[in-house]
């Protein structure tokens, strides 16, 4: 080959297996138990929702993490991983989901720099020699004196793996590396990698979201489920409603919350032909339609990643759309303060901490934030009275369990637990929210808060309050939710009810299929 | 998870499924390391100063314990030269407001040395225009045009950094060279005094309607300006919903936008105020000391503002406190030339070494145990 081989680095495509591997954070097991194989030659994939563990998985092959438990066999010898270039010198080589290539240097120097043994002064001509070897016998041309920043999404993600055949990676990850892409891009690269597959030259590992993908290029997959393996094999032995069962723990019953028997009220919110863009630039919400009633529980589905953080974001004032409307009560919505009050909108945002709080200022002043200009707490037109403010938030904080040592500590210094009471207490404590709107609301929480908070919003819901729920956890929505919503790239795209629901054809359109 | 939930009153439930806080949440505590760091930390950065400057008088072959005598009594060794501080610290104190407003917002501002120039201009305008009125309706036009133009000129800063995304130290920070041209040509040309002749300047405001000095002393009513101005500065952004705003903006932009604040208009009066601080410490040393405008406004009590805010971590309070104390080393700088041959800028490289350890001890937040506060839940 063009470089020689650094010595220990193998020739030949790797056979890689994992062994009862446990990667545990803190109480949470990230992984439990996965063990997988990967024979040399042949095309893997890694299939899983959110949080199923996928990402963990490949982190710890690559020794950005180290399992607590198990074995990572290559070649037939258990191999210790401390860090991505021990995974490097074992031949092992990624594909990140989004692009680690410097915008302004070439593909040439992008392809150049990454190697890790590079000298101190380059001797271009020669590097340029081999460079040029080396796309005589890669699957794709790209333009080497381009700069990185000038290149479409395709492009890129093509440089990210000719970077990964130039340093001569014979085991390749690739993590969820069309989520950038256009089907046809997607099926091109895809198909330029089977080949090199086919060729004998790469083993790979494909993580994706896609049924397609896996029936379209894959030899065998995985599935993943809650840190567990939950089944897989040969892809010629199974059928898409396999996977779908696998990935999504088989047909699952709705579990009850007291709901109300109540029928819908009047429309509370209503958005109509909503678009958004990414921070990217790139369109998030694509002509978005969602109705919301008084007393129902909307509950939003997908994969991550598909418009529903931007949905959110629009709706809390933190994202400006870029077309369509948002009406609430009938009236055009615009997030303001004034708004938000007249209307009685809510929201609990995912990473409240992040999303919905200032870490520097007090608890106190954080249960607040929506009340602090408005008497009793304002006073004479403009002051805040800051008896006011610890009175109101004491109330909230014992009736909501912030375990806070003071009114007057930073939220900053709280745990993640007391940091979401609080800004539950805020959005729920006073009572008056008519429309709800919660991201995530449980993630990161323990058993016991969980289901205090599935028993607010459902109480609330039984109140009249109209809720739109957008999660990644299906069970989540299937137990609290009346209507059930599939959003894909940027748009509703399958509607249902929990007591109709079937968890196959959710997932089928969750992976875009 | 599937047992029924009983629709009870809200909060009941979390209370009942997270063993909660025994009786109930105390109220204020004062957090006395917090306090203590907030006040040890710039403390230490500047004795470290002190530290480094010594050594460089030593290297100039100075006692550098009689330099630092000789600073502390022509700063605040007699009742005259404490007049004289004073006279220096009343425009820090202003200028100082032009960076600590907007940092409460996090945005860094650093045209506070433009502000005040254009601010002079500004009011040198306006006192020559009614010139003939009673001295107390002059002061009141030069403050307000003092006040306007500073506020607009940093303003300007502030609105091309929340409509077009421009990088507002930057320009701030160019903002400053571009008024001191104005200055230039306008003190050359359409305002200039044919009797200036060595000096350029503008025509004179009357001796008669400037700014008197307090009673018997060398200590103009400018610093009646700086002090009432840092006490409002306080009070807004400490007491008033204005200010709990503007901290909730500086303190997380989303969690602003998720209140539904409207986080540019804040950012923009925030900075009319922060401009119009700097504006009237312009004006005061057009109306106070120098009587006209020239190349003397720029004298770098606006870079001295800026080191003057992040010594008291941007509080309106402590402004005065700091501002004082620079204005002590600033007057300083005459008698280590007479004394000690030392070049008049040595006093800049002392004030140098403060900010560089003052921005360094920025850091330090945070690391010391001793500081940290046990109450994390």
Redesign the interface.
């Known amino acids: 080959m063009i470089i020689p081989p650094p010595p220990g680095r193998p020739a030949a495509p790797l056979d890689l297996e994992l062994v009862q591997v446990t990667k545990r954070f803190g109480s949470f097991v990230a992984n439990d138990r996965v063990s997988l194989k990967i024979p040399s030659g042949t095309f893997h994939a890694l299939i899983g929702e959110n949080g199923a563990g996928k990402s963990t998985l490949v982190k710890c092959i690559m020794g950005f993490h180290t399992a607590d438990e198990g074995d990572v066999i290559i070649g037939g010898h258990s191999r210790d991983i401390r860090s991505p270039a021990d995974a490097y010198q074992f031949g092992i080589g990624m594909v990140y989901q989004h692009f680690t290539l410097v915008p302004a240097m070439t593909v040439a120097e992008n392809l150049v720099l990454s190697r890790p043994d590079l000298p101190a002064t380059i001797p271009w001509e020669a590097e340029r020699k081999r460079l040029n070897a080396f796309m005589r016998t890669a699957p794709f041309q790209v333009d080497l004196d381009q700069p990185a920043s000038q290149l479409a999404a395709g492009q890129k993600q093509k440089v990210e793996i000719l970077k990964q055949l130039y340093l001569e990676s014979r085991f390749l990850i690739l993590d969820e590396p069309t989520s950038v892409l256009t089907p046809g891009e997607a099926d091109e690269v895809l198909g330029l990698i089977r080949r090199k597959v086919e060729a004998g030259e790469l083993s790979v590992l494909l993580i994706s979201h896609k049924f397609r993908e896996v029936f379209g290029f894959c030899n065998s997959v995985t599935v993943l489920r809650r840190g567990k393996v939950t089944g897989g094999g040969l892809v010629k032995d199974l059928t898409t409603d396999d996977l779908a069962a696998m990935m999504m723990g088989g047909p699952r019953t709705p579990r009850t919350v007291a709901k109300a028997d109540r029928a819908p009220g009047a429309v509370a919110l209503e958005l109509k032909g909503l678009r958004a863009d990414k921070d990217s630039g790139v369109p998030a919400l694509e002509g978005l339609d969602l109705c919301l009633r008084e007393g129902e529980v909307v509950g939003v589905a997908g994969v991550s990643g598909n418009g529903q953080r931007e949905l959110v974001e629009v709706l809390a004032g933190q994202r400006p759309a870029t077309g369509g409307e948002v009406l609430v009560h009938g009236e055009w919505y615009g997030a303001t303060r004034t708004d938000a009050a007249r209307h009685g909108v809510f929201l609990l945002p995912e990473e409240p901490l992040r999303n919905g709080c200032v870490p520097a200022m007090s608890v106190a002043e954080n249960i607040a934030f929506r009340e602090f200009d408005r008497p009793p707490i304002r006073l004479a037109g403009c002051l805040v009275s800051r008896r006011g403010i610890r009175g109101f938030a004491q109330g909230l904080i014992s009736r909501f369990g912030v375990k806070t040592r003071s009114t007057e500590t930073p939220i900053g210094d709280l745990s993640g637990g007391n940091v979401q009471r609080a800004v539950l207490a805020r959005e729920l404590g006073p009572g008056t929210a008519k429309v709800l709107i919660a991201a995530n609301p449980c993630f990161g929480l323990d058993f016991a808060a969980v289901e205090s908070i599935h028993g607010q919003i459902t109480e609330a819901r039984n109140r009249g309050v109209a809720v739109l729920l957008v999660s990644e956890d299906l069970d989540e929505l299937l137990s609290l939710s009346d209507r059930l919503l599939v959003m894909s790239h940027g748009a509703i795209v399958h509607e249902t009810t929990p007591a109709q629901a079937d968890v196959k054809v959710i997932g089928h359109h969750m992976a875009g299929h | 998870?599937?047992?029924?939930?009983?629709?009870?009153a809200?909060?009941?439930?979390?209370?009942?499924?997270?063993?909660?806080?025994p009786g109930?949440?105390?109220?204020?505590?004062w957090?006395w390391r917090s306090t203590a760091e907030a006040i040890a930390i710039p403390v230490a950065a500047v004795l470290a100063a002190g530290l480094l400057f010594g050594l460089f008088c030593l290297v100039q072959g100075r006692n550098p314990f009689s330099v630092f005598a000789a600073i502390y009594k022509a700063a605040f060794g007699s009742g005259y030269s404490f007049q004289n501080t004073l006279v220096r610290a009343s425009p820090l104190m202003l200028t100082a407001l032009c960076t600590a407003l907007p940092a409460r917002l996090g945005l860094v501002i650093i045209g506070n040395e433009g502000a005040l120039v254009v601010g002079g201009l500004g009011a040198v305008a306006a006192g020559l225009l009614v010139a003939g009125s009673p001295a107390p309706v002059v002061w009141a036009a030069m403050a307000l045009a003092g006040f306007g133009v500073g506020g607009l000129w940093i303003g300007a800063a502030g609105l091309l950094h929340y409509r077009r995304g421009v990088n507002e130290t930057i320009s701030s920070l160019l903002m400053n060279y571009i008024a001191i041209a104005v200055m230039n040509h306008l003190v050359n040309g359409p305002m200039r005094d044919p009797a200036s002749l060595n000096k350029p300047s503008s025509y004179p405001i009357p001796d008669d309607r400037m700014l008197p000095p307090i009673g018997e002393t060398n200590v103009h009513y400018g610093i009646l300006f700086g002090l009432v101005a840092c006490v409002l500065a306080w009070f807004l952004m400490e007491?008033?919903?204005?200010?709990?705003?503007v901290?909730?903006v500086g303190?997380?932009i989303?969690?602003?936008?998720?209140?539904?604040?409207?986080v540019s208009r804040l950012g923009w009066i925030t900075c009319l105020l922060a401009g119009g601080a700097a504006g009237l410490a312009g004006m005061i040393e057009v109306a106070a000391v120098h009587g006209r405008a020239n190349e003397s406004l720029a004298a770098g009590y606006g870079y001295a503002g800026i080191l003057v805010a992040f010594v008291a971590r941007h509080r309106g309070l402590p402004i005065i406190l700091v501002s004082v104390l620079l204005g002590g080393i600033l007057a300083s700088g005459g008698i280590l030339q007479r004394q000690f041959q030392l070049p008049d800028a040595t006093i800049l490289v002392f004030q140098g070494l403060v900010f560089l350890m003052i921005l360094l001890s920025d850091s330090m937040y945070g690391r010391f145990g001793l500081f940290k506060?046990?109450?994390?839940?």
């Open positions: 998870m599937n047992s029924a939930q009983p629709s009870e809200p909060g009941a439930l979390l209370a009942d499924a997270t063993a909660t806080v109930p949440v105390p109220v204020a505590k957090r007491q008033t919903t204005f200010g709990f705003k901290r909730m303190g997380n989303r969690a602003a936008r998720l209140a539904g604040l409207p506060e046990k109450d994390a839940a």
